[in-house]
């Protein structure tokens, strides 16, 4: 590194040059599919993941998972045990929405400086991006002010229930937290994400014969219908909050009336205030017809990621040091969720999307642009030595 350059400047230089391994890496780890939903896949990508960060000299564990895949816990420059200085934590997932096979109709393709395939966007090119921030540190010799752990998650697409205790656990001793989720469309990170409910409304009614003892019967969807229109009325553009009922369910048979109905209704809000209030009123609803009786069950999973002061100061070092790179970055509040909900939650100052920029996660299209893969490592490995 020149004595003249910036640590900033040295490793944008640095991963300038290795943004063609880098795009090598992420068609490697594309093609190593790992739906959610399938152990087997999900291990043997923990395993190379596993792999990898060891060959870089980071203390590595791969954390046993009985019901979902296993998990990865990555310890960079010192150790958790030993090691006073508060650690810094990264959290990505490895997990995607794309079931085994998707690859061999879609491989990863490379035109028009996008790279195109299933995971790459949500979030394997953030694997790479953090796996390259610490080669280049490691390539220029630069010194971390404190050690980071890396916790890599196999579930977070389907709501990280095995792994939530262990977010929590990790940034309830960390001093930050840096999320490598994607950008916005654009580049923006994000400062600020929506919380989400997830409530179920069951209806109790009595069943009778719908021809010979109507009269008789006490239709559990009538009541449902009546609860749905309040539960959509609910939503509240003006502060952010919505409800919407998204399945439905009741009933036996047509010549029946029916003793039972359900809705599975989400829920998003801006604040963990909001979502309280929110949630009282849902839990909170009464029958039209007093004959049928209402259940209420679910709640807030993921509380907000609320734009704190700690979170902003966060965006403010990235933006620094991004206009030392050229890069002019921004913010921008998310309405999805992600596992940088759990650790906002704990009081623990969160930036959100340092991943990769592009566009369609979840869909055919998804896609990154190849240009930000060095740009956002470059970016990840200043915040590293900088925090």
């Not at 939903?37 to 999900?42: E, F, G, H, M, R």
């Not at 017809?289 to 679910?298: E, L, R």
């Not at 890069?327 to 623990?348: C, R």
């Not at 896609?367 to 970016?379: F, G, I, K, N």
């Amino acid at each position: 590194m020149e004595p003249s350059m910036s640590k900033a400047k040295a490793l944008q230089q640095t991963l300038g040059a290795a943004s063609e391994r880098m795009v090598a890496s992420l068609a490697a780890l594309v093609a190593r599919e790992s739906p959610s939903t399938d152990k087997a896949s999900l291990d043997q990508l923990a395993a190379i993941l596993a792999d990898v960060w060891r060959d870089l000299g980071a203390s590595v564990e791969v954390i046993e998972n009985l019901e979902r895949g296993n998990h990865v816990r990555v310890v960079v420059g010192g150790s958790l045990q030993t090691e006073a200085t508060q650690p810094g934590l990264i959290l990505g997932h490895f997990d995607t929405v794309w079931p085994v096979g998707t690859t061999a109709r879609r491989p990863m393709t490379v035109a028009g400086g996008r790279a195109m395939g299933p995971g790459t966007f949500d979030m394997k090119a953030g694997l790479v991006i953090a796996e390259y921030a610490v080669r280049a540190i490691r390539e220029l010799g630069l010194t971390l002010p404190r050690p980071i752990e890396l916790l890599l998650n196999s579930d977070e697409e389907i709501g990280s229930g095995t792994s939530r205790a262990l977010i929590e656990e990790a940034a309830s001793r960390a001093a930050y937290v840096l999320v490598l989720e994607p950008a916005v469309p654009g580049g923006a990170l994000k400062t600020a994400r929506k919380g989400v409910g997830d409530f179920r409304v069951e209806v109790v009614g009595r069943a009778s014969h719908a021809g010979a003892a109507h009269d008789e019967g006490v239709n559990a969807i009538e009541e449902l219908a009546h609860q749905i229109l309040r539960l959509q009325q609910m939503t509240d553009y003006a502060v952010g909050t919505t409800v919407n009922v998204g399945v439905v369910g009741g009933g036996t048979r047509p010549n029946v009336v029916a003793a039972g109905a359900w809705a599975e209704v989400d829920v998003r809000a801006w604040t963990r205030d909001e979502a309280e209030r929110i949630s009282a009123a849902i839990r909170g609803l009464q029958p039209v017809n007093p004959d049928t009786v209402i259940h209420v069950s679910g709640g807030f999973d993921r509380y907000p990621m609320e734009r704190t002061p700690g979170t902003v100061a966060l965006f403010e070092t990235a933006r620094r040091l991004g206009q030392e790179m050229g890069l002019e970055l921004t913010e921008q509040a998310s309405g999805g969720a992600s596992d940088g909900n759990f650790t906002a939650a704990l009081g623990v100052p969160t930036l959100d999307g340092l991943g990769a920029v592009g566009d369609g996660p979840h869909a055919e299209y998804e896609y990154v642009e190849v240009a930000s893969l060095p740009e956002r490592a470059a970016l990840l490995a200043s915040l590293l030595c900088e925090l």
